[in-house]
């Protein structure tokens, strides 16, 4: 009777190890998905931002009112198409963190650079390099900082820890 029920109780126990060493290893891996994924939609608007800039300058130095002004014009908004769907990506799939940086810097892009970039008459440059050179380049460092520290800054958490002590405790396979 008693080797009935130490049987019993290593199956039961075997059975749990199986069930919380894969429940573990699957949470492990869909934070590595998600961490993984956030990485790639937070570059991807950042590249898309720097993309749609120098199409902005491209723009801003061509004179008003002339056909290439008019291309240019036409690759500008392409590119601000991209540009707001890499965000529209980067705020499903980021962060409660990175949520008010990216907004404030999407506004920056549409109130700021935007309004300059196709202004009649040009703002004066010392007007537009302060808002396409300075200003963009202190928005974008604070998105990136903010998506660093969303992806570098997530700290190991229960399951992590308790899946680190259990193979420990199984050894190495």
Do not use: C
Request: proline fraction near 4%.
């Amino acid at each position: 009777m008693n080797g009935e029920i130490a049987v019993a109780i290593s199956a039961a126990a075997a059975l749990l190890g199986t069930w919380l060493g894969s429940s573990l290893t699957s949470r492990h891996e869909d934070r590595r998905w998600l961490r993984q994924e956030r990485l790639n939609a937070y570059t991807a608007f950042m590249g898309a931002a720097d993309a749609w800039r120098e199409s902005a300058t491209a723009m801003w130095v061509t004179d008003v009112g002339s056909p290439e002004r008019l291309a240019r014009g036409t690759d500008f908004y392409a590119k601000f198409a991209v540009v707001d769907l890499a965000a529209d990506r980067a705020r499903l799939i980021g962060s409660d963190t990175i949520q008010h940086v990216l907004d404030v810097t999407v506004a920056y892009l549409v109130n700021d650079i935007m309004t300059l970039t196709v202004q009649d008459p040009k703002p004066p440059q010392a007007q537009w390099q302060a808002a396409a050179l300075t200003g963009y380049v202190q928005h974008i460092g604070a998105f990136q900082q903010a998506a660093r520290d969303d992806l570098m800054t997530n700290p190991p958490d229960l399951v992590d820890s308790l899946q680190a002590a259990w193979r420990a405790f199984l050894g190495p396979t």
